[in-house]
């Protein structure tokens, strides 16, 4: 059985930072992409970022890109979203999610991410 299983959430004020991480159980984890998504209240789960097997290639969503870090570290089994400068709007539960095709086959249960002002 596959698990993900995230950490790292919490309140912060706006301008700080945050890191997520995101462990692996169950499955080659170094075979797989990995995504970060976001979902805040009312709104749809959004794509934040993504990482290939390897760490070498990663992609951002425009609201995030520049603030946001995607890494991976195999050894651990572990995904990581170092996410600075944060704003009100990034209030939101973050998941990870392993890809399959156009897809995701797994995600983790969610960490709360709430900025203040």
């Known amino acids: 059985q596959v ?3 995230e950490s790292g959430g919490g309140l912060v004020q706006t301008g700080g930072s ?6 692996a159980s169950g499955r080659t ?3 797989f ?3 970060w998504l976001r979902q805040a209240p009312g709104k749809e789960r959004e794509f934040v970022a993504g990482i290939n097997w390897n760490g070498v290639v990663t992609s951002y969503a425009d609201s995030v890109r520049g603030r946001f870090t995607i890494s991976r570290d195999n ?3 572990t995904v990581y979203l ?6 009100l709007e990034d209030t939101a539960v973050y998941s990870c999610a392993s890809k ?3 897809g995701y086959d797994y ?3 969610g960490t709360q991410v709430t900025v203040s002002s």
């Open 3 to 5: 698990q993900l299983v």
């Open 100 to 102: 399959k095709g156009a």
């Open 29 to 31: 984890f170094s075979s």
């Open 75 to 77: 050894a651990k089994n």
């Open 82 to 87: 170092q996410m600075n400068s944060l704003k």
């Open 33 to 35: 992409e990995m995504d």
């Open 18 to 23: 945050l890191r997520l991480s995101c462990a």
């Open 107 to 109: 995600w983790g249960q």
